[in-house]
DNA sequence: GCATCCTGTCCCTCTCAATA
DNA sequence: TATTGAGAGGGACAGGATGC
C-alpha cells in the first residue's frame, strides 16, 4: 500500500464503510489522543474516478480531524493516508474490523473457526480481541445456540438484531426444544404464534424499532421452568449454581495461603513468558497454514501485539 | 496419571445513556 | 449535576475432555 499525504477535501466518506455504532466517549478521547500525538494510524483510502478518494477505514479518525480543523483550521491540513484497491474496499474493512464491528454470531463464528480450524486458544483469541476468556465463553455459547438450528438459531438473530442481550447464552442452552418454546410462548409472544412473533421483531428492529429485553427478564423467563423443559436434571443444575452462590456469599472460603510476594511475581512473569510464547507459536501457524486472507491478517496482526 | 484447557454457572462492578 | 437503570464484561468455582 502506498503512503500519501491528502488534503480533507478531497476525502469522501462512505455510509455503507462507515461504523454501525457509535460511542460519544471514544470518539471524544480519540479526538483529544488526535490533538495530542497526531494521526499515529493512517487511514486508508481508495481512489476515485473524480480524483477524490473514498475513506475505506478510518471516518472516526476523519471525524476527529474535521472536528479540529473546525475550531483550528491551520490543524491537519494534510491528512497521512495508505491508497488501497477501491475493488477490495469491503475486504479491507471488514479486515481491519474483525473484531471491532462484527454481529455476535459473527463474532462467534469467527471466534470457533480460529480455535476448531486454526487451533488457536481461547485464551490468545480473547487477548487479541481484548475481551476476557469468560466473555469468549460468552461467544462459544452464542455458537452452540446456532449450531442446533431452529428455534435457537432464532434467538441469536434476535440477539443480532438487539431485541436480546447476548450477554448470557447459556440461559438459553439449558433450555431443551420444547422449554424453549414454553419460554417464547408464556413470556415473550403475547399470543401471537412463536414464528409470527419472531420474524415480526426481526423486522421491526431492522427498521429501526428495537423492543428490548433485559437480562434480567431472560433469566426469570428462563429460569424456574418445569423439570422437564431442562436438557440436564434439575440436582445437577443446583450444584453449578450453589457454587456461584457459595462463591459469592462467602468469599473467605475460597481465599488461597498468600506466597511470598517476589516469589509469586517471579512465577507469574514465568507463566506469562510461556504463555505469550506459545501464543505466538499458535499464530505463526495460522499465518503460514491458514487459506483465508483474513485470519491471516489477524494472526499477524496480533504475533506483533505480542511481540 | 497429570497438566492443561474448556464448560456452565453464579454474582459483582463498571460504563454509559437517559432522566429528574 | 446527580441519580438511575441496563448491558457488558470480569472473577471464581468444580468437573469434564483431551493430550502428553
Known sequence: MKL?????????????????????????RLRSSIEEIGLAEPIKVAPLPSGQYLVVDGTMRLRAITAIRDANPDAFKTIAAYVTDYERRFEIRYQTDI????????????????????????????RYIGVSPATLRNYTGLWRLLQRGGLFAKIVELMDVGV???????????????????VLKDSFCDGES?????QGRISAARQGNTLRFT??????????????????????????????LRR??????????????????????????????????????????????????????????LQ
Open 99 to 126: 473484531y471491532q464491528d462484527l454481529l455476535p454470531s459473527q463474532l462467534a463464528a469467527l471466534v470457533e473457526h480460529l480455535h476448531k480450524t486454526e487451533r488457536v486458544r481461547k485464551t490468545d483469541i480473547a
Open 194 to 198: 412463536i414464528d409470527a412473533w419472531v
Open 248 to 305: 459469592a456469599g462467602d468469599p473467605q472460603l475460597f481465599d488461597v495461603p498468600v506466597t511470598p510476594a517476589v516469589k509469586s511475581k517471579t512465577e507469574r512473569n514465568s507463566r506469562v513468558k510461556r504463555d505469550v510464547k506459545t501464543a505466538v507459536r499458535h499464530l505463526s501457524n495460522v499465518t503460514r497454514e491458514s487459506r483465508e486472507p483474513v485470519l491471516q491478517t489477524a494472526a499477524r496482526s496480533l504475533r506483533k501485539y
Open 164 to 182: 436480546i442481550p447476548s450477554s448470557n447464552p447459556y440461559a438459553w442452552l439449558r433450555l431443551t426444544s420444547d422449554g424453549l418454546r414454553c
Open 215 to 244: 437480562t434480567n427478564f431472560v433469566e426469570a423467563a428462563t429460569g424456574g421452568l418445569e423439570p422437564r423443559f431442562y436438557r440436564q436434571d434439575e440436582d445437577l443444575r443446583s450444584v453449578k449454581r450453589d457454587l456461584g
Open 4 to 28: 500519501v499525504n491528502l488534503d480533507p477535501a478531497q476525502l469522501v466518506v462512505s455510509h455503507e464503510l462507515s461504523r454501525s455504532g457509535s460511542a460519544k466517549q471514544f470518539e471524544d
